[in-house]
């Protein structure tokens, strides 16, 4: 398997513009996760989908942010709009019930300016 | 609730010598223990995990770590350590099996210097 897909790798935005994060999970997992990392906060759990539901999104910080999962096989991760604070890597990550372990992406580096 | 504690934000040892990257946990019930490792501009790494059975846990690159149950931690250690083992090392704790996500530490600088 290829592992947990994320895209684009790096993406540079100005303030205001909207930005969308692309997450591919690894095939017949059915739990889906995006994270946030930044120095000052360090790792963030943002929201995470149990068969494409959303479970818990309080992580999410506010409703700039939104989250969608339109299959078992795809997620995104929009912020609209985008503000310089948002500046962080997001990462996206899934799991198989009952094994527990989370297998993450190679994250996004987002930057805002 | 679940919360897991990395009490030490840098650690540095020299080549060769041992490491050991703390990690305490609480939890109500049984503890499922994780730890990944995340290298520069990288996503995190599984390393090993505990979930029952024998307290020393074996995993990847030569790391083990063990459980304590009495001292409510996961350490994790390596005999010899090696440059290319400096990263960025989390520990991670949910309870028991079930739906709820990992919680994570804030995460352990390792630098391993020649």
């Known amino acids: 398997d290829a592992g947990v897909i994320q895209s684009p790798r790096h993406e540079v935005t100005e303030m205001g513009q909207e930005v969308t994060l692309r997450c591919k999970p690894i095939?017949?997992?059915?739990?889906l996760f995006w994270y946030r990392q930044t120095m000052m906060r360090g790792l963030e759990l943002l929201i995470y989908?149990?068969?494409?539901?959303?479970?818990?999104d309080s992580g999410m910080p506010e409703d700039r942010f939104s989250a969608k999962m339109p299959n078992a096989s795809f997620s995104t991760l929009k912020i609209q709009p985008s503000e310089p604070r948002d500046s962080a890597v997001y990462f996206c990550?899934?799991?198989?019930?009952?094994?527990?372990?989370?297998?993450f992406g190679p994250g996004t580096r987002l930057t805002v300016l | 609730a679940q919360s897991v504690a990395q009490p030490e934000d840098q650690v540095n040892v020299a080549e060769g010598n041992p490491l050991t990257v703390k990690c305490t946990y609480s939890?109500?019930?049984?503890?499922?223990l994780f730890w990944y490792v995340q290298y520069p501009n990288r996503g995190l790494q599984f390393l090993l995990k505990?979930?029952?059975?024998?307290?020393l846990v074996k995993g990847s690159y030569g790391f083990e770590a063990e459980f304590n149950k009495s001292q409510t931690s996961f350490h994790l250690k390596k005999p010899s350590a090696l440059v290319s083992d400096s990263a960025l090392y989390f520990c991670?704790?949910?309870?028991?099996?079930?739906?709820?996500?990992?919680?994570f530490g804030k995460g352990t600088r390792l630098s391993v210097i020649a």
């Open positions: 991670a704790v949910r309870e028991g099996p079930g739906n709820t996500p990992l919680v």
């Open positions: 939890v109500s019930g049984n503890p499922y």
């Open positions: 990550a899934s799991s198989l019930v009952g094994i527990d372990t989370q297998y």
């Open positions: 505990y979930i029952t059975g024998d307290n």
């Open positions: 095939s017949g997992h059915d739990y």
């Open positions: 989908f149990n068969n494409n539901v959303p479970i818990d």
